[in-house]
């Protein structure tokens, strides 16, 4: 069973990128983000013709979270519960599958920039609101998977050139320690189980051939509880479509469950 994460930087200007990954790929769950599009605008018809349950969670022009599953999705949550949040960087998600019953966090974490500032304070405090619910929710013992684009570079070996990134609010010291504490709830930071070398990345910038000297970093995470942790066989990251025409600035990050 696969389950993947992409932040795919506008659905409706990927869309095919995204259906040619599908067909390729063939993923039975889907989690993506930055989608900007309000919910109705939302290409759902092609997915569903493919096979995928479709939930969005949907804000123009800007953020956007939604998943697409083979599963019957049970249950769907909007936002962080207890948290006013008005942007859409959040789903929850119930599917009834192969291995069981699995619950989804799909985030799009802010990107916090400049520090200091008002986007600063957001990010950090959406950080501690999503640490809290997974916390009251980690206690209900299941199958659970936060995945997404964190916008949180965890360490030096998940960035091409950490000097040039020490003041960036996806590499500074407060940033890390709110994602180290979340990790610290019981998750698993499920790629790193599976590859400990440097140079593995699921961003990289448009400018100045990042991607050709792959100058990235790596934001895009797949953090698993203790139960789905026995059901790991393998993580990776896809780069392959970095290179199609037209690209998403982030790549899919895949976990295989047995």
């Known amino acids: 069973m696969k389950i993947a994460t992409w932040n795919v930087n506008s659905v409706r200007s990927r869309i095919n990128n995204i259906l040619d990954w599908l067909k390729h790929e063939n993923p039975d769950i889907l989690c993506i983000q930055e989608t900007k ?25 800007y953020n956007g979270v939604a998943v ?23 789903i929850e998600t119930v599917h009834s599958t ?6 989804l966090s799909n985030i799009y974490l802010p990107n916090g920039n400049p520090v200091p500032g008002i986007k600063y304070d957001y990010k950090l405090e959406w950080m501690n609101n999503l640490k ?32 040039a990134w020490k003041d960036d609010a996806l590499f500074k010291l407060e940033t890390k320690k709110a994602y180290r504490e979340i990790l610290s709830l019981g998750f698993t930071d499920s790629f790193r189980q599976f590859n400990s070398e440097e140079g593995n990345y699921t961003f990289w910038d448009y400018q100045r051939g990042a991607w050709q000297k792959n100058h990235g970093i790596r934001i895009d995470h797949i953090l698993t509880s203790p139960l789905a942790n026995d059901k790991m066989k393998g993580v990776f990251i896809d780069k392959d479509v970095r290179d199609k025409e037209k ?11 047995i």
């Open 37 to 61: 599009v309000v919910d109705k605008d939302f290409p759902v018809s092609p997915f569903e013709e493919m096979g995928y349950n479709v939930k969005v969670h949907g804000q123009k022009s």
């Open 247 to 257: 690209p998403s600035d982030h790549v899919p990050v895949i976990i295989e469950l």
């Open 132 to 163: 809290r619910h997974l916390s009251e929710t980690l206690m209900n013992e299941e199958i659970f998977i936060v995945l997404g684009d964190f916008n949180v570079i965890p360490s030096e070996l998940d960035v091409h050139n950490p000097e």
């Open 68 to 90: 697409l599953s083979k599963f019957l999705i049970e249950e769907t949550i909007n936002g962080i519960p207890g948290y006013n949040d008005d942007q859409a960087r959040y």
């Open 98 to 103: 192969d291995v069981g019953m699995i619950r």
